[in-house]
């Protein structure tokens, strides 16, 4: 059959509707998918409310809320049943995957052309920043270091270590004496 359309006479499409190629295609049954840009504000609005409804009820009822057939994997999800959770989890690692390779090449890029990891400026020499985040990264630890949080912890930290050398010792002597003893 010829793939050009004739204006004669009407050619019928005996081809894949999905794949015509035809512009006055006979079956007219086979609807464009809409975008949901596409879509009125209006429509827009019913459906978030509608998703945001149908969501509530199959939590509720204790059914996944991405298929709406099988009971929630109560071990790790609240949410799910088992197969969307492992789709899930894959799509996820997927994800983060291909976000860490983006940043990685990012990073190798500012390593070897010696680059501030924030910004793109010059590095102050064996640093990773350039000169104005490296003040800005010093001054938050001098912060951080008269901050009254952190000496509070300090102290705690201090008497913990305390504690356990001493009932370290109080154990090396009772053992020691045993010894003698023996």
């Given at each position: 059959m010829n793939d050009k359309i004739s204006k004669t006479k009407k050619q019928i499409c005996n081809m894949d509707c999905f794949n015509c190629k035809f512009l006055d295609c006979i079956n007219d049954y086979v609807k464009k998918e809409r975008r949901w840009r596409d879509l009125p504000e209006e429509q827009k609005k019913k459906s978030a409310e509608h998703k945001r409804e149908k969501y509530y009820r199959d939590k509720e009822k204790g059914i996944c809320t991405h298929c709406g057939k099988k009971p929630i994997y109560a071990e790790k999800s609240t949410i799910c049943c088992y197969e969307c959770y492992i789709?899930?989890?894959?799509?996820?690692?997927?994800?983060?995957?291909?976000?860490?390779?983006?940043?990685?090449?990012?990073?190798?890029?500012?390593?070897?052309?010696?680059?501030?990891?924030?910004?793109?400026?010059?590095?102050v020499d064996g640093k990773k920043v350039c000169a104005k985040h490296y003040k800005k990264m010093c001054d938050r630890i001098m912060k951080a270091n008269q901050s009254p949080k952190r000496k509070a912890a300090q102290e705690r930290q201090k008497a913990i270590n305390w504690a356990n050398i001493l009932t370290d010792r109080q154990e090396y002597e009772e053992k020691y004496k045993k010894k003698q003893s023996l």
């Open positions: 789709n899930y989890k894959k799509r996820d690692m997927e994800r983060y995957r291909e976000l860490r390779a983006r940043t990685q090449e990012k990073h190798d890029f500012k390593e070897k052309n010696n680059l501030c990891l924030y910004c793109d400026e010059p590095r």
